[in-house]
């Protein structure tokens, strides 16, 4: 049973902006914490933004500033907009829940910025 599924993921040109969501259940999206990592070729997955039930957010530093995480309570959704985008955020971007009912991960989504 699929309990995340993402989308916005595509190409893009540096300096441009992508927005991702991330659907979750009504069931987990209440219950956890969502964050957003990424994994680029050949390096290690990385927390890119999260935020937690109360609201808190931390970023990666190399992306405060031009990565905002949000959610919405009624869609049981959590976005990822990403501004000024830079050939080094080419990754795919996964969508993670972690909470009372698990650890869930989404299936990623490719993002890629030309030069």
């Known amino acids: 049973q699929v309990q995340l599924v993402e989308s916005g993921g595509g190409l893009v040109q540096a300096g441009g902006s992508l927005r991702l969501s991330c659907a979750a259940s009504?069931?987990?999206?209440?219950?956890?914490?969502m964050g957003w990592y990424r994994q680029a070729p050949g390096k290690q997955r990385e927390l890119v933004a999260a935020?937690?039930?109360?609201?808190?957010?931390n970023y990666l530093d190399s992306v405060k500033g031009r990565f905002t995480i949000s959610g919405d309570n009624v869609k049981n959704t959590v976005y990822l907009q990403m501004n000024s985008l830079k050939p080094e955020d080419t990754a795919v971007y996964y969508c993670?829940?972690?909470?009372?009912?698990?650890?869930?991960w989404g299936q990623g989504t490719q993002v890629t910025v030309s030069s």
């Open positions: 993670n829940a972690e909470g009372g009912f698990g650890n869930y």
């Open positions: 935020i937690t039930r109360g609201g808190s957010r």
């Open positions: 009504r069931r987990i999206f209440s219950s956890s914490a």
